[in-house]
T-cell receptor, first 117, second 116 residues
């Protein structure tokens, strides 16, 4: 099946620094990728839709200047958490759909557990 | 308004028994899709099963089946012959078309524990 690879799986950073998370589709091209955030014991909440070659679409309440998304190629989207604070500590996970398949299945990366200290 | 509702925060089931995880949804779209994902403690999201709104038959994938009742707007997941490895969080999700993009909206999840 299609594979989405997310890196890093875990990261600890100091408050005020920036962290970049990568999401790659390994065996298919993805014009659209999705970024989710999941707080402990909660559901996945969509943060933004990453569009290849154009600006990302952010969900209501998500700060676009804090969560920078770049989708420069058909296989790579990056999420940069800028000036991270402890309240940004969360599980971030990306997903993509192989639009060439006759399937609605969304494939997820392994997720990134971010801890801001 | 909540679009996907999972009313069971936790479920405890004996190994080898069948278990039904509830999911109701709300949409005014005619074309939509419903998913179930499993999330073990490692955090990865594992796709289990998909049901399209126009699919006439209930979806099945091995031990997983989806009890789709369109008029009642419910899409319950049935796991037959449960195994210890089935212990995990289970999320119901709906595909909706918003501004041309197909997005997934997730329910709150149900934590399933299989007892030996």
């Amino acid at each position: 099946g299609a594979v989405v690879s997310q890196h890093p799986s875990r990261v600890i950073c100091k408050s005020g620094t920036s962290v970049k998370i990568e999401c790659r589709s390994l065996d298919f091209q993805a014009t659209t990728m999705f970024w989710y955030r999941q707080f402990p014991k909660q559901s996945l909440m969509l943060m933004a839709t990453s569009n290849e070659g154009s600006k990302a679409t952010y969900e209501q309440g998500v700060e676009k200047d804090k969560f920078l998304i770049n989708h420069a190629s058909l296989t790579l989207s990056t999420l940069t958490v800028t000036s991270a604070h402890p309240e940004d500590s969360s599980f971030y996970i990306c997903s993509a759909r192989d639009q060439a398949r006759q399937s609605w299945e969304a494939f997820f990366g392994q997720g990134t557990r971010l801890t801001v200290v | 308004a909540q679009k996907i509702t999972q009313t069971q925060p936790g479920m405890f089931v004996q190994e080898k028994e069948a278990v039904t995880l509830d999911c109701t949804y709300d949409t005014s779209d005619q074309s939509y899709g419903l998913f179930w994902y499993k999330q073990p403690s490692s955090g990865e999201m594992i796709f289990l099963i998909y049901q399209g709104s126009y699919d006439e038959q209930n979806a099945t994938e091995g031990r997983y089946s989806l009890n789709f009742q369109k008029a009642r707007k419910s899409a319950n997941l049935v796991i037959s012959a449960s195994q210890l490895g089935d212990s995990a969080m289970y999320f119901c999700a709906m595909r909706e078309n918003l501004q041309g993009a197909q997005k997934l909206v997730f329910g709150q999840g149900t934590r399933l524990t299989i007892n030996p």
